[in-house]
């Protein structure tokens, strides 16, 4: 697979316009990327401008935070896969976690893989990784792999950006089954490589369109 197909081309500023995600999906299908990743309120409008393109779309729920209720998540998700998206980026509970409700982490993941995996679409639970403690992160991996989610991710990108190392920590604890998407602070090609090298199956960038230019892979 090219660099490109790795890429989920990501626009998720709350001051974006229906103009920059049109200009998004224009870009994910010129250079080949996996999907657009957008807020909830454009996902249909980038269904259809993505329409027989190739190019899947992934929303987010929960984002940035987190530590909305576990209802509100479900039905957040229920409204974008509706609408049409492929992928959904949810973000787990990190103040329950570190407040030691278990249970509510289990039943928060529980129920968005369910109410993902039901409808045939996949589903990656970001971690927040860089600010989680080794056992917290170790806890939070178990619980992934327990309810068989598709993917972990290692950060919203709105507060620790995604390295190797963390990539290889979340290879080891979520094992085979899991993938890990890497997700913030990735802007070159070096970059990009390097977390794939550490055994990431999926990228999440705002500068992909940059990193493949830096590849000489410039557009019509």
């Known amino acids: ?108 993941i529980d129920s968005m893989t369910m109410a993902t995996h039901l409808k045939g679409k996949k589903i990656k639970v970001i971690l927040e990784a860089g600010l989680l403690h080794p056992k917290e992160l170790e806890e939070a991996c178990r619980i992934c792999s327990d309810f068989e989610v598709d993917f972990v991710k290692t950060s919203t990108g709105m507060h620790n950006g995604a390295t190797p190392q963390m990539v290889e920590q979340l290879v080891r604890l979520v094992g085979p089954s899991i993938k890990v998407k890497a997700s913030g602070g990735i802007r070159t090609a070096e970059e990009a490589q390097r977390l794939l090298d550490a055994g990431a199956a999926r990228l999440g960038s705002s500068a992909s369109v940059r990193i493949m230019q830096e590849q000489g892979l410039v557009s019509d």
Do not use: W
């Open 1 to 108: 697979m090219s660099l490109a197909g790795y890429f989920d081309h990501t626009l998720l500023r709350p001051d974006l316009t229906l103009t920059d995600v049109h200009n998004l999906c224009r870009e994910a299908k010129q250079y080949g990327f996996h999907a657009v990743c957008i807020p909830p309120y454009f996902v249909a409008e980038a269904v259809q401008e993505l329409k027989d393109s190739g190019v899947q779309v992934v929303s987010v729920a929960g984002f940035p935070m987190g530590y909305t209720p576990t209802a509100a998540k479900v039905e957040e998700i229920k409204k974008i896969i509706s609408d049409g998206a492929d992928e959904l980026d949810v973000v787990l509970n990190i103040a329950a976690l570190k407040s030691g409700h278990l249970n509510a982490v289990r039943n928060d």
